[in-house]
């Protein structure tokens, strides 16, 4: 499985950012998705997950009511809307293929998403 995240840049404090995953060499539609990140100097932390046909969504605390995590199918896409965005979202994002029981095993190269004041 190969995952191309895109979509990160700078954008200020309140403003909007949607990520993008496409992903390639499986069944794209059979999966479960999710997007993780990763601050300077701090662990890669969830974001988001989305089962295979998108009736089951989870977020992280810090996210909820901000960010929504959707997947297209028929694009092999998944998308992560992030609005309100705040200093501490800067991160690098992640997108990953779920193998099930909330474990994933391909990830993404990374899209870098910085917030300014």
């Known amino acids: 499985v190969q995952l191309q995240a895109s979509g990160g840049g700078l954008v200020q404090a309140g403003g909007s950012l949607r990520l993008s995953c496409a992903a390639s060499g499986r069944t794209f539609s059979s999966y479960g998705m999710g997007w993780f990140r990763q601050a300077p100097g701090k662990e890669r932390e969830f974001v988001a997950a989305i089962s295979w046909s998108g009736g089951r969504i989870s977020y992280a605390d810090s996210v909820k009511g901000r960010f929504t995590i959707s997947r297209d199918n028929a694009k092999n896409t998944v998308y992560l809307q992030m609005n309100s965005l705040k200093l501490e979202d800067t991160a690098v994002y992640y997108c990953?293929?779920?193998?099930?029981?909330?474990?994933?095993?391909?990830w993404g190269q990374g899209t870098q998403v910085t917030v300014s004041s």
């Open positions: 990953a293929h779920s193998k099930g029981s909330g474990s994933y095993d391909y």
